[in-house]
């Protein structure tokens, strides 16, 4: 391998290590479950309550589907707060509390982060 070749190919790496984390920061925000969240935030923004309520219903029918992944990824003290959250989530939306729903999403959101970063 001539020099040149070498030093194209360890450029190429080094970018690629480079590229690597902002990746996956990017793509850590759109995952589903993110976007599901942030629909809920954005309905308790403006007391959309029914439409909260049907997007909560939507990220616990998405997190029990995918409940085994979490499981492989965090621990179990991680994984049951995030159902834990979300039922009080859906009890807090269907007492319209907004300042509750909105602590308990943001816990919740941080749960999941730290599950992902694992």
């Known amino acids: 391998m001539t020099h040149q070749k070498r030093s194209i190919y360890c450029s190429l790496l080094a970018f690629l290590l480079i590229i690597t984390p902002i990746y996956d920061t990017s793509a850590r925000s759109t995952k589903p479950i993110y ?34 992944k979490y499981q492989l990824m965090g621990d179990e003290a991680e994984y049951e707060s995030a159902t834990n959250d979300i039922s009080q989530l859906r009890t ?26 694992l």
Do not use: G, P
């Open 35 to 68: 976007q599901i969240i942030t629909e809920i935030q954005d309905n308790l923004m403006s007391k959309n309550w029914d439409t909260a309520d049907q997007y909560t219903q939507k990220l616990d029918r998405y997190y029990r589907k995918h409940l085994w």
């Open 92 to 117: 807090a939306i269907a007492v319209k509390d907004n300042k509750q729903a909105m602590l308990i999403l943001s816990t919740l959101k941080k749960t999941l982060q730290h599950i992902y970063s």
